[in-house]
């Protein structure tokens, strides 16, 4: 029957004789138990259907109350019961084997059994009883990740998919958890789509019961993370965006989650990105990024984050009031993954437009970055660093110089991580080009961490082309800015014109070889050209003039 006692030879009492675990009522009460499980195999294999209904009645009550792992002895019988033409012995035994289903050892040796063909027939049962405990146990066997393809490829999908329209909640509730516990793979998915799936998700999206609502809109969301999938849902589903964004103010946070995840996946595509904004997604997704509550704020940025990818969205957003909110959200230290989001659109919305790199100066963007980027993690520093870099290319120069943006950014160029290192020195370039005043560059040449100087010499001496061609190019920078000291710190450093040396003699090589020129395209010719030009530049006597740019 399944049932093994250990054997135990009890406890020594203070006369050093052993004492039975188990006193007289207990174990008349453990021999009856046997019995009665016995008695339950009986009665299951009887061709008496009123012995069987009390059986599958018995095996449901008790699996109800204790559930653990069983063996194939216990199994049988309720998987015989399950096989039953009588709808109640169809009813009780398909609510015990859902009860034991549970179990993570019992999901996988019910489908071993075969326990999936009956599960599918009951589902097609028209009594609404035998139904509902069919797709509950479904459910629950579908919570392990070995089943899932198993009940993909049994035939389970398209019987599923069809009762998540029943008329009973319960079965509804049943139907729409299955579906989500069967969307997370691919091949899954696609089977899922194929069984036709995705407009009864849609549909369901307006259900009345918030649990109805979750699993669609979870499941939705997981459809969405597929490209294929995405241009399904735009064909075909010309209501969904309303009804995302309209479940992002359920009174339920779980389902306002979703949606919010939902739309963010969807706004992995240009089309979704415009359409979200048209249908007027922002209000409530500003609305949940103001929450106190981690996963709403979570779900919220990311999806903003994807919306912000296309330029025409760029103005709207900063319009509906999100910059400040963004910037609170980039000292969020309890979660990494919002610090980058938050940054992340930052940088976005300062793609495109002067006006919004504005204003997203005048919101303290910038001062904000400058407090925080030394001390969170690195992934935050890249996004950043990045977004530093971005604001760097318009005439906001002269004021993230004023605020000490380099103070921070030459620490970062000598990062443990080559992103953050390249986006630092990325965002000093640009402020290298074409300012007015160079006194605060002239002020960090030696300090922090080595200072302009130390950050030059060591881009210059990279291995990096990359690093090489950003060093010498904002030397070139610097020398045509014209500033007398930092031209002269320049010249006066010999490590930096020894290196500019050495890059700028690339171009000679041993016989045999073709040698380097200018007009070579490469980037060791772009940075031999560069490099060749700053030697130029130089100038001769130390004093800090500069020589005329060659034609």
């Known amino acids: 029957m399944g049932v093994c ?29 046997l019995t009665y499980l016995e008695t339950l195999s009986t009665l299951a294999f009887s061709d008496n259907v009123d012995l069987q209904r009390s059986a599958a009645l018995a095996f449901a009550e008790i699996t109800e109350k204790d559930v653990r792992e069983v063996d194939r002895g216990t199994m049988e019988p309720i998987m015989f019961l399950l ?5 109640e012995v169809q009813r009780a035994a398909s609510a015990a084997l859902g009860n ?16 999936l063909e009956p599960l599918i027939r009951q589902m097609l049962s028209p009594n609404v009883e035998v139904q509902c405990n069919a797709v509950g146990c479904i459910t629950n066997l579908a919570t392990h990740d070995e089943n899932k393809s198993k009940i993909a490829k049994s035939g389970a999908l398209v019987p599923l998919t069809r ?50 609502q979750y699993y669609c809109t979870t499941a939705l969301s997981n459809i969405a993370v597929d490209a294929l ?110 610090q980058c989001h938050a940054i992340s659109t930052l940088r976005n919305l300062a793609a495109s437009s002067e006006r919004n790199k504005r204003a997203i100066v005048d919101a303290g963007a910038v001062e904000r970055v400058r407090e925080l980027v030394l001390n969170v993690p690195l992934s935050v520093q890249s996004e950043m660093t990045a977004c530093v870099a971005v604001l760097a290319l ?56 080595g200072g302009l100087h130390g950050y030059l010499k060591r881009f210059l001496e990279s291995s990096d082309k990359t690093f090489q061609h950003i060093a010498v190019w904002t030397i070139v920078q610097f020398l045509e800015g014209k500033d007398r000291q930092l031209c002269k710190n320049i010249s006066d450093s010999d490590s930096i014109v020894s290196a500019i040396k050495r890059l700028a003699e ?46």
């Not at 289903?101 to 075969?114: S, Y």
Request: with cysteine.
């Open 506 to 551: 690339y171009g000679i090589i041993s016989d045999g070889e073709e040698p380097l020129d200018d007009d070579d395209e490469s980037d060791e010719g772009e940075i031999v050209a560069l490099a060749r030009k700053t030697l130029s530049m130089l100038p001769a006597s130390g004093d800090g003039s500069i020589a005329s740019n060659p034609r």
């Open 163 to 212: 009762l998540a329209r029943s008329k009973d909640m319960r079965v509804q509730r049943n139907a729409t958890g299955a579906l989500l516990n069967m969307t997370h793979s691919d091949e899954n998915r696609q089977q899922l789509v194929n069984a036709g799936a995705i407009p009864v998700l849609v549909s369901l999206l307006n259900s009345s019961d918030t649990d109805v």
């Open 229 to 338: 999938n995405r241009k399904k849902l735009a064909s075909s589903e010309t209501r969904l965006v309303q009804s995302l964004i309209g479940l992002m103010d359920s009174t339920s946070l779980k389902v306002q989650c979703q949606a919010a995840l939902a739309l963010r996946n969807l706004a992995s595509d240009e089309k979704y990105q415009l359409e979200i904004v048209r249908s007027r997604g922002l209000p409530p997704l500003l609305r949940l990024l103001q929450s106190s509550f981690l996963p709403l704020i979570l779900s919220s940025v990311a999806c903003i984050r994807n919306i912000s990818i296309h330029p025409l969205n760029e103005s709207p957003i900063i319009d509906a009031g999100f910059l400040s909110p963004l910037i609170q959200l980039l000292a969020y230290e309890e979660n990494e993954e919002i």
């Open 100 to 115: 034991l289903a549970v179990n993570t050892e019992n999901k996988l040796l019910i489908v071993q059994m075969g326990g």
């Open 5 to 33: 006692l250990s054997c135990f030879c009890g406890r020594k009492n203070r006369h050093g004789i052993y004492e039975p675990l188990l006193q007289e009522s207990e174990r008349e009460a453990v021999a009856d138990l």
């Open 394 to 449: 318009n005439e906001l120069k002269p004021r993230l110089l004023r605020l000490g943006i380099c103070q921070v950014l030459l620490p970062l160029t000598a990062s443990l991580s080559v992103e953050v290192q390249g986006n630092s020195a990325a965002a000093l370039g640009n402020l290298s080009s074409k300012v007015q005043d160079y006194l605060p560059f002239v002020a960090v040449w030696d300090q922090p961490s």
């Open 83 to 87: 096989q039953s033409h009588d709808v």
